[in-house]
């Protein structure tokens, strides 16, 4: 008697929990994704700006630069 009660509650429990964790892990999924992005996008312009001081830059940042 007791088992029949406590399966149903517990198959609840953890469904919810599960609900719960996957909710959790696409909002940190989507945070990873953000933090990666502009670290990523901070550093590949850091890169392209010493390497334009560094040396003369192509002539296709000159076109960007001065259409």
Not at 22 to 35: M, T
Not at 41 to 51: D, E, L, S
């Amino acid at each position: 008697m007791a088992r029949t009660v406590v399966l149903p509650t517990l198959e609840k429990f953890v469904q919810s929990g599960l609900v719960m964790g996957a909710y959790a892990v696409r909002s940190w999924w989507w945070c990873g994704v953000v933090l990666v992005l502009g670290i990523g996008r901070g550093w590949i312009a850091q890169t392209a700006m010493r390497r334009v001081r560094l040396r003369d830059p192509p002539p296709i940042f000159l076109h960007l630069i001065r259409p």
